[in-house]
């Protein structure tokens, strides 16, 4: 976050050409510290991968597979030898734009979750599980950096830093060598201009024109500066400069995913109007005309009237259920009273498949975000029932870092697709409305994993615990 602004020197047009070159000669020692800091993280894993390249091809001969050999293992050099180089790169950035432009980029990393180990003995990262510790760290170290959006930057700008010095910075130093060097060589060329041969009158212009380049390269020195820090700032502090073009795009997706809670909502109403239409109600105006019957056979036909009693007393109690069904649908009384986790467990009973539940949940999260979820693993198990022959299921139930993150997995046929009219498309509706995703993967032959993620806060204590339906 911007703590200062920048001086006027190093972001304004100077007032004088005095401070024009001012500003430039002090830019001197920013300029060697850019430059020096943009080699070493390309130069030396290249020259790494090079040198292990050249390495591999010696031992293993010339022939296709060696190529291909070598090639993997330089790319696995330069990757091991550049990740150090990640973060260094971009602190040292960071504390230059500090320095000089009085201007401090905000560093924020995302939690790391630490590594836990399941009552089955796998290892489970924060995104997947494994069943070696070591193949679980590196796992999780490398979702851990693409998912990082401040990681991600730092990568970013390890490769664009050396190409910006490059382009914008580059020419100027080189400009200002030049100069430097055109000078020193005078006395030592017998230089010629026109008419003017060796001696003081060329010497003389030879140092003028060296002047002229050192003093255009001292006067550019500090814009080329100037821009190299704003990308840096774009590229490292992105939050610092959101455009409009972002917040345009996260407007629109706010705006599709409230129009799709609504629709939802709607469509729930009508549901529950319908269901008491046809259900319910229509129990319970039938229940009205049998009791308006008896009451006339009461006198004339006891019989009747205590038969009638005995339907009329079957209708309410298929009337009661049926209002009960309804109830649950709308919110299931375990999901309010006992939570996600016992919820779920109702869910795998009722279940046509062996279905084994893993909980892991340190409190309760809120209320909506416990509805979306479980009716969303209640279609997915449905929909493992119907479509694709699954003869067992797997729910993993998850929080970790401020994201409650699902995981329904089944040894089913495979090929499920949202286009497929699968319900998947409403699950991503139903999540959409929390800023949840939903993750498919479902080969052919399977099996398919279908995880759900969004983020929420958790309010009363839980326990953790596993659970399996035989």
């Known amino acids: 976050m911007t703590t200062a602004s920048p001086p006027k020197s190093m972001t304004q047009r100077p007032e004088s050409i005095r401070s024009l070159f001012r500003t430039g000669f002090s830019s001197l020692g920013w300029a060697g510290a850019v430059l020096v800091s943009s080699v070493p993280g390309v130069l030396v894993p290249f020259f790494g991968a090079v040198f292990v390249g050249a390495g591999t091809i010696a031992l293993l001969g010339s022939s296709d597979l060696a190529a291909l050999i070598t090639v993997g293992v330089g790319v696995l050099t330069a990757l091991v030898m550049a990740a150090p180089a990640v973060?260094?790169?971009?602190?040292?950035?960071?504390?230059?734009v500090e320095r000089w432009c009085q201007v401090r980029m905000a560093v924020s990393y995302t939690d790391r979750p630490p590594l836990e180990m399941d009552s089955r003995?796998?290892?489970?990262?924060?995104?997947?599980?494994?069943?070696?510790?070591?193949?679980?760290?590196?796992?999780?170290v490398l979702h851990?950096?693409?998912?990082?959006?401040?990681?991600?930057?730092?990568?970013?700008?390890?490769?664009?830093?050396p190409v910006a010095v490059l382009v914008l910075i580059g020419p100027v130093v080189g400009l200002l060598m030049g100069g430097v060097i055109f000078g020193l060589s005078a006395p030592a060329d017998s230089r010629t201009y026109g008419e003017i041969g060796p001696g003081a009158g060329s010497l003389f212009i030879s140092f003028l024109l060296s002047a002229a380049m050192v003093l255009a390269a001292v006067a550019l020195?500090?814009?080329a500066?100037?821009?190299h820090a704003d990308l840096a700032r774009r590229i490292l502090d992105p939050q610092g400069r959101a455009s409009n073009i972002q917040l345009t795009r996260r407007v629109a997706e706010l705006t599709v995913t409230r129009a799709d809670a609504v629709g939802d909502q709607a469509a729930e109403l009508r549901r529950i109007e319908r269901d008491l239409h046809d259900g319910a109600q229509a129990r319970l105006v039938a229940i009205g005309m049998t009791l308006?019957?008896?009451?006339?056979?009461?006198d004339s036909d006891p019989g009747a009237a205590r038969q009638l009693l005995a339907d009329a007393r079957q209708s309410s109690a298929k009337a009661l259920q049926e209002l009960r069904d309804l109830v649950r649908g709308i919110h299931p009384p375990v999901l309010a009273e006992r939570g996600l986790g016992d919820a779920v467990?109702?869910?795998?009973?009722?279940?046509?498949?062996?279905?084994?539940?893993?909980?892991?949940l340190p409190a309760r999260p809120e209320a909506p975000v416990e509805a979306a979820v479980y009716f969303s693993v209640c279609e997915l198990l449905a929909n493992a029932a119907k479509h694709s022959g699954a003869r067992h299921v797997w729910v993993d139930i998850l929080y970790r870092a401020g994201r409650l993150r699902v995981t329904v997995t089944d040894d089913g046929r495979g090929g499920a697709a949202p286009e497929r009219g699968s319900g998947l498309r409403g699950i991503e509706r139903r999540l959409g409305t929390f800023d949840g995703v939903l993750s498919l993967s479902s080969p052919q032959s399977g099996p398919t994993t279908i995880t759900m993620e969004l983020p929420c806060a958790l309010s009363s204590p839980r326990t953790s615990t596993s659970f399996e339906k035989g």
Do not use: C, F, K
């Open 121 to 140: 003995g796998y290892w489970w990262t924060g995104y997947s599980y494994h069943r070696s510790r070591s193949v679980a760290r590196l796992a999780q």
């Open 225 to 227: 500066l100037t821009v």
């Open 292 to 298: 308006g019957t008896i009451e006339h056979l009461l």
């Open 87 to 96: 973060r260094l790169s971009a602190g040292w950035t960071r504390s230059q």
């Open 345 to 360: 467990r109702a869910l795998a009973l009722d279940s046509a498949q062996e279905t084994e539940v893993t909980v892991s």
């Open 144 to 161: 851990w950096s693409l998912r990082d959006q401040t990681t991600r930057a730092e990568m970013v700008w390890l490769l664009v830093n």
């Open 221 to 223: 020195l500090p814009y």
